[in-house]
């Protein structure tokens, strides 16, 4: 199943030479492919970025109405818009539709993203300072087809007060709100992200609902633009290799995971893609060497080694479920379910032993009585073997 969820150093070679000169030795800058697929049909047109944030002039009216009621206006502006947002999310439907600003706050239902986009105009407007986090959550499977696997996103957003020169411009002395539309108790903060990965991940989104249909074609040029934002974005190059496999062009497929293996700070979906290309080219030994890589890498973030785990699940890759498992577990072992599947794993490798401790733990840390149930149940019949 393909899943489709800087600070540059120069190495410096020191060497001993005659005169005992310094001897410098710079590694090349990884080039991004020649991405030279492109649609001769006019029917695909890659929105600019100003029409993903760009309100209604009645939009706008009705924001600046709002900022003048007497009991708003003397408020911070990041207050201001916390307000306007909650006045207007009420009855908002959440739904999973990848809307434009004015299309989310004209229908009142969007997703996370959606959502996201609807605060970053709103802030505009109001000349407020925003910032975007990376939420490391379990992941929502959304769609599944016979090719492709969709997750959900989840970003938060931090509306900054505005400071005078005077003022400390450290941002985070500074007094903020943050807003989260989907916040769960399994969330992990990750990463903070600049305006451009933040529309890179809109356009990986559109993206996404267009390989879902089968237009792969305007998908790549969707994610060629994410890419011109945020070169070393893994989901976007992953993505954007997975679109250039549809459309017949494994050499670029191939070419796309091998930079984003030097470039891009999540390699786990990389590596996994790689290796599925590879072994569906009957290169074996290349592809498990990528295999073995993607067995001993480290990632802190947790979730996505629980999708490997999934995904190896399914094909019955038992002992590679096991380790992702692990990895998983590690990082994150308040999970109650990854404990069952780690027992399912366990017992077809011939481990009932540690399947048992695995229920065990299942157990302990569900709060629901309907598993405990389950798991109760397939440790009695375990222990009665």
Request: charged share 25%; net charge negative.
């Amino acid at each position: 199943m393909r899943r489709i969820v800087v600070l540059c150093c120069q190495l410096l070679v020191l060497g001993l030479t005659q005169g005992c000169q310094l001897s410098v030795q710079p590694i090349a800058t990884p080039q991004l492919p020649d991405l030279g697929h492109t649609d001769n049909s006019t029917s695909f047109v890659v929105p600019q970025l100003e029409e993903m944030y760009r309100l209604s002039p009645e939009q706008i009216a009705e924001l600046t109405q709002f900022t003048l009621r007497e009991d708003i206006a003397l408020l911070p502006k990041q207050k201001q818009a916390y307000e306007f947002l909650k006045s207007r999310l009420v009855n908002f439907d959440f739904e999973g539709e990848n809307y434009f600003a004015s299309e989310s706050l004209a229908l009142g239902r969007g997703n996370c993203m959606a959502l996201a986009m609807l605060t970053y105009a709103i802030a505009r407007e109001l000349d407020i300072q925003i910032n975007f986090q990376v939420m490391h959550t379990m992941p929502i499977l959304l769609d599944v087809s016979g090719k492709f696997a969709m997750t959900s996103d989840h970003v938060r957003s931090f509306l900054f007060q505005e400071v005078s020169e005077e003022q400390t411009t450290y941002l985070w002395q500074r007094d903020r709100i943050v807003i989260d539309y989907f916040p769960d108790r399994y969330d992990r903060g990750g990463k903070m992200i600049d305006e451009d990965e933040f529309f890179a991940m809109f356009y990986r989104n559109l993206a996404a609902d267009s390989m879902m249909v089968g237009e792969f074609e305007y998908a790549h040029l969707l994610l060629k633009r994410a890419l011109e934002l945020a070169p070393d974005y893994a989901p976007v190059i992953n993505m954007l290799a997975v679109a250039s496999r549809q459309l017949s062009d494994n050499r670029l497929a191939e070419a796309l995971y091998q930079y984003g293996l030097q470039v891009a700070d999540e390699k786990v979906t990389l590596l996994s893609n790689y290796h599925v290309l590879l072994t569906k080219q009957g290169r074996d030994q290349e592809a498990r060497q990528i295999k073995q890589q993607l067995l001993a890498y480290d990632d802190q973030r947790p979730y996505i080694w629980y999708l490997q785990a999934k995904d190896a699940m399914a094909i019955n890759d038992f002992e590679s479920a096991e380790v992702y498992l692990n990895k998983f577990l590690e990082n994150t072992n308040y999970y109650h379910k990854a404990y069952f599947d780690l027992a399912k794993v366990q017992l077809q490798l011939g481990k009932p032993y540690k399947a048992k401790k695995a229920l065990d733990l299942a157990i302990s840390y569900s709060s629901s009585s309907e598993n405990k149930g389950l798991y109760e149940a397939k440790l009695n019949w375990l222990s009665s073997l």
